[in-house]
């Protein structure tokens, strides 16, 4: 009985901490932190992680992307059981930062991180490395018309063939600018260049 106590405490202390996460982290009151918890409470029930770590989820993911409800569990769900699979808690800064800067939508911030990690998968770029080139290099390839996932497998393809993914795109950026021919975008000059490159293949 003594144990089972014990264990009780534990849980209510732990679930304490997670409230006092979501409060600190994102100033909600009321009815948007009666929320914001029960959907950690859903985290953390569904993917085996603590309240504590399931907190600490939704108030950055709240935070950073203004996400609640199911759009927030989607997210806060795949967050959570990446971790395990990487063989530690994954940067939520990158993540976030790279999903803002590319406009990624609440409802599908989910799938673009499956595909994300699949292309982690696929090519041997860490998940973490890969957020954080789309995150450091987002203006740059989308002003080259590059879409996340289109970056995402440049990135990898990059990291496979020993290259440094994040010094190699901002460096292309750069030469691109270069090459633009006088009222040509970066962009057009990207298409262009890519074009003369396929007469040759």
Do not use: C, H
Request: hydrophobic fraction near 45%; avoid cysteine; glycine fraction near 14%.
């Amino acid at each position: 009985v003594q144990k089972i106590a014990s264990a009780l405490m534990d849980i209510g202390a732990e679930f304490d901490e997670m409230t006092d996460t979501i409060i600190i982290g994102t100033g909600a009151s009321g009815e948007a932190l009666d929320a914001l918890v029960g959907s950690a409470e859903t985290i953390a029930t569904t993917v085996p992680v603590s309240f504590g770590e399931a907190g600490d989820i939704v108030q950055n993911i709240n935070t950073r992307m203004g996400l609640v409800g199911d759009e927030l569990e989607s997210v806060g769900e795949r967050v959570a059981a990446l971790g395990p699979l990487t063989g530690k808690a994954i940067n939520l800064d990158t993540l976030t930062g790279a999903l803002y800067q590319f406009g990624v939508a609440g409802e599908d911030a989910g799938a673009v991180m499956d595909y994300l990690w699949g292309v982690s998968q696929s090519t041997g770029i860490s998940f973490d490395q890969l957020t954080g080139v789309l995150e450091s290099n987002a203006p740059a390839l989308q002003a080259l018309g590059f879409s996340m996932e289109e970056a995402a497998n440049m990135a990898g393809l990059l990291d496979k063939a020993g290259l440094d993914a994040n010094g190699t795109m901002g460096k292309l950026s750069k030469a691109l600018v270069e090459l633009a021919q006088p009222g040509e975008s970066a962009e057009e000059a990207f298409n262009r260049v890519v074009g003369q490159l396929g007469e040759y293949i």
